[in-house]
């Protein structure tokens, strides 16, 4: 399975970008090393917002610094770096500025600010 194979399943389930984002999350981590090179190798085709693509760069970005494997060649695309700055989830000044300092630096190179735990899954 792949991180595109994932994101339809859930749309088509009528779940949003968030949602299929924690069930990729789920299965990276319940994966072996081999799983989780192929499930990561290609883009996520089927994403609309310039967005979410970004954010899944950075997400793999960190993922694939933090479990050793090799960065797949669409993750380093210079297209992913968003013009404005993002900040998912962020809805008050003050949340906005604890994301600018805590943002992983995967996420800050492309202009995404969240929390450091942004990978977390409990």
């Known amino acids: 399975m792949t991180i595109n194979e994932i994101f339809e399943e859930e749309f088509s389930g009528g779940r949003d970008f968030s949602f299929a984002w924690r069930i990729f999350l789920d299965r990276f981590y319940?994966?072996?090393?081999?799983?989780?090179?192929?499930?990561?190798?290609?883009?996520?085709?089927?994403?609309?917002?310039?967005?979410?693509?970004?954010?899944?760069?950075?997400?793999i970005h960190k993922l694939c610094r933090e479990y050793s494997l090799d960065l797949p060649e669409w993750v380093s695309d210079k297209s992913l770096i968003l013009d404005e700055p993002y900040f998912p989830g962020a809805s008050t000044d003050l949340l906005k500025l604890v994301c600018l300092v805590e943002s992983p630096p995967e996420f800050k190179m492309r202009n995404i600010f969240t929390t450091d735990n942004v990978l977390t899954r409990t």
């Open 30 to 59: 319940a994966s072996t090393k081999e799983q989780r090179s192929d499930l990561i190798r290609t883009a996520p085709e089927c994403l609309d917002d310039p967005r979410h693509l970004s954010y899944c760069a950075a997400g």
